[in-house]
Structure formats: structure tokens, C-alpha cells
Nanobody, 125 residues
């Protein structure tokens, strides 16, 4: 069973940057794709970015392409989301998740079976 803990959220002005971290523990973490999702008040959880088990392939939502960068450090059992040029519409709770075994860079929540508790990101205008 994989356990995930996010950190790094906070309050930032529009145009600023934040780096989110996701610490993972448990078996089989290193060989699974992972992803970041976010959920704003009153909205459904949406895909942000995903990375394959080796870190060599990534996938991004159109809304964050060119601004966010996902990465992982298998030796540290960690995943990161570097967020630059933040906008007020990026305000949400950000969750990291581990994909089901054998799946790829999926953008659907049902393809992920382990979730962290979330970290709040607030971007002021």
C-alpha cells in the first residue's frame, strides 16, 4: 500500500511561483506512474500533470503547459510540481496520486488508486 503526503502549498501573488512536494512510502511506488490533480471550491477534481515511472515521460493539462513542471526523484521516493507564472485560477487544493499498476500517463481520477490529503494553493490577484 502506498502512502502519500503533499507539502509546499501556500499563498502567493499572481505571477509568483511555488514548488509542491509529494513524499511517498510503501511498496511498488518506484514502478508506478504518478500524477498531480487539483480541486477548486465547487468544482470537480481535475488533472494537472502526470509522470511515468522513470520520469522520462510527462503529460500536462493544457491550462498549465509551459508554466508547470512535474518531476520525480525515485531515490528519494518523491515527486514535485514546480509552478511558475501562477494565476488566480490556479487556486485549489492540490493532490498527488499514484496510478494503478500497469497504467500510463492518465488524466482520469479513476486510473489512480492512492491519494494524498492535499495541500492548499492560493493565488491572489
Amino acid at each position: 500500500q502506498v502512502q502519500l503526503v503533499e507539502s509546499g502549498g501556500g499563498l502567493v501573488q499572481a505571477g509568483g511561483s511555488l514548488r509542491l512536494s509529494c513524499a511517498a512510502s510503501g511498496r511498488s511506488f518506484s514502478f508506478r506512474a504518478m500524477g498531480w490533480f487539483r480541486q477548486a471550491p465547487g468544482k470537480e477534481r481535475e488533472f494537472v500533470a502526470a509522470i511515468n515511472w522513470s520520469g522520462g515521460s510527462t503529460n500536462y493539462a493544457d491550462s498549465v503547459k509551459g508554466r508547470f513542471t512535474i518531476s520525480r526523484d525515485r531515490a528519494k521516493s518523491a515527486m514535485y510540481l514546480q509552478m511558475n507564472s501562477l494565476k488566480p485560477e490556479d487556486t485549489a487544493i492540490y493532490y498527488c496520486a499514484t496510478a494503478k499498476p500497469g497504467t500510463g500517463l492518465n488524466s482520469q481520477t479513476y486510473e489512480y488508486d492512492a491519494w494524498g490529503q492535499g495541500t492548499q494553493v492560493t493565488v491572489s490577484s
